[in-house]
């Protein structure tokens, strides 16, 4: 069994037992929640599908840690000016682990 939901912009495959990184949720570590907005639900070929989500529908989380990622640098050059800058951006994200899908 997977389900198909969205977080932060994004969408995910998930089955029960997964672990995951989600963009930075507000949520405190060990807490459960649920995300809400399940797009598409497949129980061993019993597919189900939302248009454009499944009422009713939910799949059960619990964080995990918050932490960020690895640095992404960015760097910018003009040859003939003189000119550089560096600068680098660490994403936030948050972890998850899926306890349970329910249809």
Do not use: C, W
């Not at 949520?27 to 639900?41: E, G």
């Not at 939302?50 to 640098?73: F, M, N, W």
């Not at 000119?83 to 306890?99: A, P």
């Amino acid at each position: 069994m997977f389900a198909i939901i969205k977080t932060g912009g994004k969408q995910y495959r998930v089955a029960e037992g997964d672990v995951l990184r989600v963009e930075l949720l507000e949520k405190d570590p060990k807490q459960a929640f649920t995300f809400d907005q399940v797009l598409l639900i497949d129980d061993d070929g019993n597919l189900k599908v939302g248009q454009p989500t499944l009422s009713g529908a939910t799949v059960e989380a619990e964080v995990i840690t918050h932490d960020r990622a690895k640095k992404v640098y960015i760097f910018k050059k003009k040859k003939t000016t003189t000119y550089q800058r560096t600068q680098g951006h660490r994403q936030g994200f948050t972890e998850v682990r899926i306890k349970a899908i329910k249809a």
